[in-house]
């Protein structure tokens, strides 16, 4: 029924900084935790970050931490992701989610299979980092 939608810049050189930003078709998306995961070639889906309800609360995965900036703007149903120091590694789809059951910290301790089960994804948007 309700969508999220991810855009942002497709193609970047390394060293860059890139904002994500995932819109909601509703305005329930304020009220539940946002997400970040992504998919690398080869790999298996990988939480990024989340955030809480009215943005009180935010969780990084340890790898990516320091380069992560998750936010949110409810008034405009819209969650950004900033990341800085981008690397080839960082190449994958980037998914938004969202559920009303988890804590940003329970988001990010889901296996890839636990994280299917979220109420809510987007359809993911492909960065690619160049060096």
């Known amino acids: 029924q309700v969508q999220l939608v991810e855009s942002g810049r497709g193609l970047v050189q390394a060293g860059d900084s890139l904002t994500l930003s995932c819109v909601a078709s509703?305005?329930?998306?304020?009220?539940?935790?946002m997400g970040w995961f992504r998919q690398a070639p080869g790999k298996e889906r990988e939480f990024v970050a989340a955030?809480?309800?009215?943005?009180?609360?935010?969780y990084y995965a340890d790898s990516l931490n320091g380069r992560l900036t998750i936010s949110r703007d409810n008034a405009l149903n819209t969650m950004y992701l900033k990341m800085n120091s981008l690397k080839p590694e960082d190449t994958a789809v980037y998914y938004c989610?969202?559920?009303?059951?988890?804590?940003?910290?329970?988001?990010?301790?889901?296996?890839?299979?636990?994280?299917?089960?979220?109420?809510?994804w987007g359809k993911g948007t492909l960065v690619t980092v160049i060096s």
């Open positions: 509703s305005s329930t998306f304020t009220t539940i935790t």
């Open positions: 989610a969202a559920d009303a059951v988890v804590s940003p910290q329970a988001m990010g301790a889901m296996t890839p299979q636990e994280s299917n089960g979220l109420k809510y």
């Open positions: 955030i809480a309800a009215n943005g009180d609360n935010v």
